[in-house]
């Protein structure tokens, strides 16, 4: 599921990026079992699973121009959620970095730091 999300241009090389999702769901599988002609057998068992999830955020990303005409941007980003059905929470810190030359070539790494409770 994609959360909602946008972009809000806070100046010429500065954008902020807030973020929103929700997830609920229930659901039920069956068991199932899959022959063939030989007899053999493989067997999965059914599950039932239960979810109600909401999650916000906001990343911040700022562009520099360099002089061999390429741009590096810089990107930070935080995430809190919380699972309604079972009370745990999640809180995620991301930064990153993507460069983009003057041929277009684009290089793009981050880091994503979780606690889960």
Known sequence: MQPICGQWQI????????KARAVCFDETVEDYAVGN???????????????????LGAEIARSFALDNGS???????????FAGLDGSHVRLA???????TAH???????LLFGIRG
Do not use: C, H, I
Not at 39 to 49: A, K, N, P, Q, T
């Open 104 to 110: 277009f070539w684009m290089l793009d790494r981050s």
């Open 37 to 55: 002609a030989t007899g053999d057998e493989v067997s999965l068992e059914g599950f039932d699973e239960e979810q109600f999830r909401v999650s």
């Open 71 to 81: 741009t590096l941007t810089p990107k930070r980003g935080v995430n809190g959620g």
């Open 94 to 100: 991301a930064a990153g970095m993507m460069l983009e």
């Open 11 to 18: 100046d010429e090389v500065t954008v902020l990026t807030p």
